[in-house]
């Protein structure tokens, strides 16, 4: 399908929990919370901004489907989705992943900011 090196290329049919015509959603294999999912483009592409509108829409509806799965399946008590973009915002693979964090209450002590946590101390305002 695309880069035989690149981790996301070419998923097992075990890996794949979700899937639409442009892209599936996995586990994540190092997960921040149980039910981390992955959301993954079929096409390899570096980041977020090189997806198409399309690709972009199949992404959201597949977020749709996991958050409906992540609810029965673990009920968190809210979400984190995020995508790193370059290496410089913490992007290891460079194939656009976007990442469904499920929260949990109690997972962190004070869970203000949320995605602003990226930079510690820019989370708490």
């Known amino acids: 399908m695309g ?3 690149c981790p996301f290329c070419n998923p097992s049919p075990e890996e794949i929990v979700l899937e639409n015509a442009l892209c599936y959603a996995r586990y994540d294999k190092f997960p ?8 993954i483009p079929f096409r390899h592409i ?3 901004f090189d997806a198409t509108d399309t690709e ?30 370059g290496e410089a915002a913490g992007q290891t693979v460079m194939h656009l992943h976007i990442h469904v964090i499920p929260r949990y209450a109690g997972d962190v002590p004070d869970p203000r900011g949320g995605v602003r946590g990226a930079i510690p101390e820019k989370r708490v305002y």
């Open 3 to 5: 880069d035989l090196t």
């Open 32 to 39: 921040a919370s149980p039910g981390h999912f992955l959301l």
């Open 46 to 48: 570096a980041g977020l």
């Open 56 to 85: 972009l829409t199949a992404l959201l509806a597949l977020a749709r489907e996991a958050k409906t799965l992540l609810d029965d399946q673990f009920h968190p008590g809210g979400y984190n989705i995020g995508v790193n973009v």
